[in-house]
């Protein structure tokens, strides 16, 4: 087996010799912010960075338009680890959630794998993975095969305060409900009409009403994207987008089935006609990261300086398609602190931290500890068999659903 420090050495060696064009990468794709399917020119800017370095490319991954997957082999045959990329923007608040930077980990550590591929068995797969922000990439590369010769996935996110290995997450749907009435003149023949929106308000009462009776984990919130189009027409079309979100699938399903009981009573109130989709890509899981490559990441963060917390109980979490991946397979989802001070996430302040100097030297070394433990994952059969044992056994629990 090849020397470990020597490959670690080759390893970071490559990533510190395209700092400066790691930096530009995350740059560029923060100034041009691009929404879900739609990261065509990050895309391609990735895409072009993978293949100078060394890696063959086959874009549309999986016939997703903005997807990729890099590959390189190893010296012989062994285990797949991907390392994932993300790269969409947020409407209106572009890179708010740092996926500039999640891109740049996620290309930067795969380089460095790459520079020692020759001294190790296996693959590397550097996949892009769009649409987190509600469109469901993975879900959609999932469900394609995208990952089917994975044995372990891993990425890394940009936080504020402090460097985690892991934290949960809440499992989601993307809901739109519709409201149908009929139309009339609002002040002189109201009683003619029937009033969509008067739907939608309700649908927000009944709601109100039903938080008293959640878990305090779970979360229904929405907004309105229709509610009439003038103050003395009553409406007969209205609308509202909804996230149903839990900290486990299973009672998230049940606040789901009674938020859909909610919508249908608001309909029978108000004698409009309702529509539900439940956006089914958008259709998040709960992240169960895996404990042995998580610590194998915690201790090259610390090999290189920086400190790594654990999760608590209380963390504050949002939800995300990595919690699918974490389903099916092995994976890890670290967060890295790119301030000390604490940055809401989703707003124009993170948006304008991802893109300091800061942000990217210490998302450089996560990067890097990245690499490394990947490496751990190809050149040491234990490492991948401790995650594997931990994974069957979550399985046989029933916290994770396993590979269908």
């Not at 420090?5 to 080759?10: S, V």
């Not at 149908?180 to 739907?199: E, T, Y």
């Not at 654990?310 to 963390?315: I, Q, T």
Request: charged share 25%; aromatic share 6%.
């Amino acid at each position: 087996m090849s020397d470990p420090k020597a490959l670690a050495h080759r390893a970071i060696k490559a990533i510190d010799e395209r700092r400066d064009a790691l930096f530009a990468l995350s740059r560029a794709i923060h100034a041009k912010p691009e929404l879900a399917y739609e990261e065509r020119e990050a895309a391609l800017r990735i895409t072009e960075f993978l293949e100078g370095a060394g890696f063959a490319v086959e874009r549309g991954y999986k016939n997703i338009e903005t997807s990729y997957r890099g590959n390189a082999k190893g010296r012989s045959p062994g285990p797949t680890v991907a390392i994932l990329q993300e790269y969409d923007a947020l409407a209106e608040i572009g890179h708010a959630c740092g996926h500039n930077l999640i891109a740049m980990i996620g290309v930067a550590a795969s380089v460095g794998v790459r520079a020692v591929m020759e001294q190790l068995p296996g693959k590397l797969a550097a996949i892009g993975t769009p649409a987190e922000e509600g469109g469901g990439g993975k879900v959609a590369l999932i469900r394609a095969g995208g990952f089917d010769d994975v044995d372990a996935a891993m990425m890394i996110h940009p936080t504020s305060g402090r460097s985690l290995a892991g934290r949960h997450s809440l499992a989601s749907n993307r809901v739109m409900v519709e409201f149908r009435g009929k139309s009339a003149h609002a002040a002189s023949q109201p009683d003619l009409g029937i009033n969509a929106l008067d739907g939608v308000l309700q649908l927000f009462n009944n709601v109100n009403a039903m938080r008293q009776q959640l878990r305090p984990d779970a979360r229904v919130h929405g907004i309105i994207t229709n509610g009439g189009s003038a103050a003395n027409v009553i409406p007969e079309y209205a609308a509202a987008r909804f996230s149903i979100r839990a900290l486990d699938r299973r009672y998230q399903q049940e606040v789901l089935r009674r938020f859909i009981a909610c919508a249908e009573g608001a309909s029978k109130a108000t004698g409009t006609k309702l529509t539900v989709t439940v956006n089914e890509n958008a259709g998040y899981e709960n992240m169960v990261f895996s404990t042995p490559l998580a610590d194998r990441w915690s201790h090259h963060m610390r090999s290189l300086g920086v400190q790594v917390f654990e999760a608590r109980d209380d963390e504050r979490v949002g939800s995300t398609d990595m919690g699918n991946v974490m389903q099916v397979l092995p994976a890890i989802h670290p967060y890295i602190a790119i301030s000390q001070e604490p940055i809401p996430g989703h707003s124009t302040a993170f948006r304008e931290a991802v893109v300091q100097q800061e942000a990217h030297e210490n998302a450089l070394l996560a990067a890097k500890a990245l690499a490394l433990t990947a490496i751990d994952v190809l050149a040491d059969p234990d490492v991948l068999r401790k995650a594997r044992a931990e994974f069957e056994e979550r399985r046989a629990r029933g916290i994770v659903k396993g590979r269908s």
